[in-house]
């Protein structure tokens, strides 16, 4: 079954408008997720590092005041586009980081398509 | 920086034959991984590889590693439709606070 759970898998918002995606750890607590991008026919880049319980850490080049990251709870990590616009359009994927027990591996969400119109 | 590159970019294969993904990456790493994505969905983990020589296989598939030489391999034997898709490998370092670096990825079509 699933470890990371996202939410919503897709979602349309007006140009200029917020819109919340959430990342859930269902299998295991996570202190640190993680929150990557994907544009259509290229890899995935990563976005932020969000931590539990303290500021999420961006990577450069990524607006820290556009993608608000909250990681309120062991298992849940939001990540809010704020005044989206069409080039925001991507999909966005969290991953989150196994235990030793589970073999090391970093497992990711089903992703979320947004489509700013 | 940290730098993973992959090739090809883009393999066109007939089934039943083999062939085999490369991964460079430009530091010391941690881990390695393995992902496959099918069009429009996340990524599905198919290899993670710890140590110098580790070498593991699931089905037509093997990933073997070599730190000395930064490089992962990605082997797919006979090949089958079934297995078209794109496949990334990351690396993990922990100097980075364990974030995965993203090779660009080799856009798999196996021809029936």
Known sequence: GAVVSQHPSRVICKSG????IECRSLDFQATTM?????????????MATSNEGSKATYEQGVEKDKFLINHASLT????TVTSAHPEDSSFYICSVA???SVGNTIYFGEGSWLTVV | ELKVEQNPLFLSMQEGKNYTIYCNYSTTSDRLYWYRQDPGKSLESLFVLLSNGAVKQEGRLMASLDTKARLSTLHITAAVHDLSATYFCAVDIMEYGNKLV???GTILRVKS
Do not use: C, D, E
């Open chain 1, 34 to 46: 993680f929150w990557y991008r994907q544009f259509p026919k290229q890899s995935l880049m990563l």
């Open chain 1, 76 to 79: 849940l990590s939001t990540l």
């Open chain 1, 98 to 100: 196994g235990l030793k």
């Open chain 1, 17 to 20: 408008t917020s819109v919340k």
């Open chain 2, 102 to 104: 993203f090779g660009a």
